[in-house]
């Protein structure tokens, strides 16, 4: 499975943006699918994840209900739409995807495929 991220680039603080991750390539079953990001300096962090059904989503405690993650399967794809941007959310963002639905979802290991990343930059 190759994964491919999309939609990153400069906006204001209190903008907005939509993150696409497009899934090619074979999977031997459902995936579940995630978005991490990677501020500079800093850690890689979990940001959202949603079940291959769509019913199990979580975000990280930071979200506040400003990002909705979203799937479209029929077209292999997950959305990361951001509203209310804020410069601290500068970061590169990678989307993710696991084999397996485990507890563990905020951790990076629980992951085998990841895109390549693309760069988010909120201006203040």
């Known amino acids: 499975v190759q994964l491919q991220a999309s939609g990153g680039g400069l906006v204001q603080a209190g903008g907005s943006l939509r993150l696409s991750c497009a899934q090619s390539?074979?999977?031997?079953?459902?995936?579940?699918m995630g978005w991490f990001r990677q501020a500079p300096g800093e850690e890689r962090e979990f940001v959202a994840r949603i079940s291959f059904s769509g019913r199990a989503i979580y975000y990280a405690d930071f979200v506040q209900g400003r990002f909705t993650i979203s799937t479209d399967n029929a077209k292999n794809m997950v959305y990361l739409q951001m509203n209310s941007l804020k410069p601290e959310d500068t970061a590169v963002y990678y989307c993710?995807?696991?084999?397996?639905?485990?507890?563990?979802?905020?951790?990076?290991?629980?992951?085998?495929?990841w895109g390549q990343g693309t760069l988010v930059t909120v201006s203040s």
């Open positions: 993710a995807a696991a084999a397996s639905a485990d507890k563990y979802y905020k951790r990076e290991s629980s992951y085998e495929n």
């Open positions: 390539g074979r999977s031997l079953g459902p995936l579940h």
